[in-house]
């Protein structure tokens, strides 16, 4: 995960099985909105 290997895996495989690009830009949003929220409450509640 420090080298960011794991976020390209990610992209690639999104846009390797869905085609169209609105399903490709929720998949992405909602990655990022969780990726986000995660980060958020590990910062600032401590959530592991």
Excluded: E, Q, W
Excluded at 8 to 36: D, E, N, Q
């Amino acid at each position: 995960m420090a080298t960011g290997y794991d976020h390209i895996l990610f992209l690639l495989g999104v846009i390797f099985f869905l085609y169209r690009m609105k399903p490709i830009a929720l998949c992405m949003t909602l990655f990022a909105v969780g990726h986000s929220t995660t980060m958020f409450l590990g910062v600032y509640f401590n959530v592991g």
